[in-house]
């Protein structure tokens, strides 16, 4: 089993920036694929970012590239968001998420783990 914990939501003006944090236990972080999604409401839930364990690749929807950039800290179990020039359209619940795979990690499907949320609004 793994336990995610998201933390670093909160309300921010547009054009500003935020980071999340995802604290992961339970299993060797390392030898995890970690992703974020995020669900406004009304919604589904859209992938955002993703960094695969085996290399560190990392994967952006195209809606955040440029602005939000994903890494990993394997010392501290932790996965992280940049979002920079935040748009009102951003303004979502976060969601983190982790696999033992590789290969999904862009996709809801891909995740058997999944963190409770963090809210990121972001005013104009």
């Known amino acids: 089993q793994v336990q995610l914990v998201e933390s670093g939501g909160g309300l921010v003006q547009a054009g500003g920036s935020l980071r999340l944090s995802c604290a992961a236990s339970g299993r060797a972080f390392s030898s995890l694929s970690m992703g974020w999604f995020r669900q406004a409401p009304g919604k589904e839930r859209e992938f955002v970012a993703a960094?695969?364990?085996?290399?560190?690749?990392?994967y952006y929807a195209d809606s955040v590239k440029g602005r939000f950039t994903i890494s990993r800290d394997n010392a501290k179990n932790t996965v992280y968001l940049q979002m920079n020039s935040l748009k009102p359209e951003d303004t979502a619940v976060y969601y983190c998420?982790?696999?033992?795979?590789?290969?999904?990690?862009?996709?809801?499907?891909?995740?058997?783990?999944w963190g409770q949320g963090t809210q990121v609004t972001v005013s104009s």
């Open positions: 960094i695969r364990w085996s290399d560190g690749s990392t």
């Open positions: 998420a982790a696999t033992r795979g590789a290969v999904l990690i862009t996709m809801i499907r891909g995740y058997e783990y």
